[in-house]
């Protein structure tokens, strides 16, 4: 099982960014897929949530109007689009499912 994580960088307040993980090692369009954001010394927060078919999706209230997770089975890729990012969401953003994630990507919200 692998995933990985692109499409994080510096941003401004208020900016978006659309985040992708490739997955590989599984049967991707059987799994509901996770984004999840975690800093140091803190615990695993899942912002995110899509069914397996994609038709089913779960945010966090603190994302909610904001983040939008989609899926693409056929490439066995998950998004996630960031819009209206505030430095407080400067952490890195890690895809997955049952526990297994992907190395991250790190996103910066930062003037």
């Known amino acids: 099982v692998q995933f990985v994580e692109s499409g994080g960088g510096l941003v401004q307040p208020g900016g978006s960014l659309r985040l992708s993980c490739v997955a590989s090692?599984?049967?991707?369009?059987?799994?509901?897929m996770t984004w999840s954001r975690q800093s140091s010394g803190k615990e695993r927060e899942p912002v995110a949530h899509?069914?397996?078919?994609?038709?089913?999706?779960n945010y966090a209230d603190s994302v909610k109007g904001r983040f939008t997770i989609s899926r693409d089975n056929v490439i066995n890729t998950v998004y996630l689009q960031m819009n209206n990012l505030n430095p407080e969401e400067t952490t890195v953003y890690y895809c997955?499912?049952?526990?297994?994630w992907g190395q991250g990507t790190q996103v910066t919200v930062s003037a």
């Open positions: 997955g499912y049952g526990g297994y």
């Open positions: 090692g599984f049967t991707f369009s059987a799994f509901a």
């Open positions: 899509i069914s397996a078919a994609g038709r089913s999706t």
